[in-house]
C-alpha cells in the first residue's frame, strides 16, 4: 500500500476545518480530546500553534493523523487518531508514520503518549504499536466533567 503524507505547511485552515469534522462525524472527538470541549476554531489555532502535524493517506482517503507537541530536541509527545478507512490497516499505518517521522526528523528518537486509563482502544493501540509501558500515572487526566482518572504514561524509540 502507498502512504502519502501531508504536513501541517501543506494544509490550509480549510484543511483542517475537514480534519476536525472527520474527527467529529466518526464519533472520535471525545476519546481524543477528552480534557476539555473543542470546536474547529479551537483545533485549527491549537494545531496551527502547538505541533506539527501530519496527515497519512492512500491518495483517495485520509487514513490517520497525526501531531506532536512539546517537541524537545530528541523528544515529543505523540496523539494519534485512525480513521474508519484505515480499519484493518491501523496498525501498519502507525508503523508507517513512525517510519516517515524517523526520515523527514532524525534527530527525533522517542515519542512518547499519556493515554487515559478508560481508553481501551487506544491502550490495545500503544501495545500493538510496541509502546514500552512506564507506568500509571495516578490522577493525571483530568476529563471534560472534571472527574480525575489515571493515565498510563508509554514511549516509543524511533
Same mark, same amino acid.
Request: glycine residues 6%; charged residues 25%.
Given at each position: 500500500?502507498?502512504? $502519502?503524507?501531508?504536513?501541517? *505547511?501543506q494544509l490550509?485552515d480549510? +484543511?483542517?476545518?475537514i480534519?476536525?469534522n472527520q474527527?467529529?462525524s466518526? +464519533?472520535? #472527538?471525545?476519546s481524543?480530546?477528552?480534557?476539555?470541549?473543542?470546536?474547529a476554531?479551537d483545533?485549527?489555532?491549537?494545531i496551527?500553534?502547538h505541533t506539527?502535524?501530519?496527515?497519512? =493517506?492512500?491518495?483517495?482517503?485520509?487514513l490517520s493523523?497525526c501531531w506532536?507537541?512539546d517537541?524537545?530536541? $530528541?523528544? #515529543?509527545y505523540?496523539?494519534? &487518531?485512525s480513521?474508519?478507512?484505515?480499519k =484493518?490497516?491501523?496498525v501498519y499505518?502507525?508503523k508507517? =508514520?513512525?517510519?516517515?517521522?524517523?526520515?523527514h526528523?532524525?534527530?527525533?528518537n522517542v &515519542?512518547?503518549g499519556?493515554?487515559p486509563a $478508560?481508553? $481501551?482502544? #487506544?491502550?490495545q493501540? *500503544?501495545k500493538?504499536l510496541?509502546f514500552?509501558?512506564l =507506568?500509571? &500515572?495516578p490522577n493525571?487526566?483530568?476529563l471534560k466533567?472534571?472527574s &480525575?482518572i489515571?493515565g *498510563?504514561?508509554?514511549?516509543?524509540?524511533?
Open positions: 500500500m502507498d502512504l $502519502n503524507y501531508t504536513t501541517l *505547511y490550509s480549510a +484543511d483542517l476545518h480534519v476536525f474527527i467529529v466518526e +464519533d472520535l #472527538a471525545d481524543l480530546f477528552y480534557d476539555k470541549e473543542i470546536n476554531a483545533f485549527v489555532g491549537f496551527r500553534n506539527m502535524f501530519i496527515l497519512i =493517506g492512500d491518495g483517495e482517503e485520509t493523523a506532536l507537541t517537541f524537545k530536541d $530528541n523528544l #515529543a505523540i496523539h494519534y &487518531v480513521f474508519k478507512a484505515s =484493518g490497516r491501523a499505518i502507525a508507517e =508514520g513512525f517510519k516517515w517521522l524517523k526520515r526528523f532524525p534527530t527525533l &515519542v512518547m499519556l493515554t $478508560n481508553n $481501551n482502544k #487506544a491502550i493501540f *500503544y500493538h510496541n514500552t509501558e =507506568g500509571k &500515572v493525571s487526566i483530568t466533567d472534571s &480525575v489515571d *498510563y504514561l508509554t514511549y516509543k524509540e524511533l
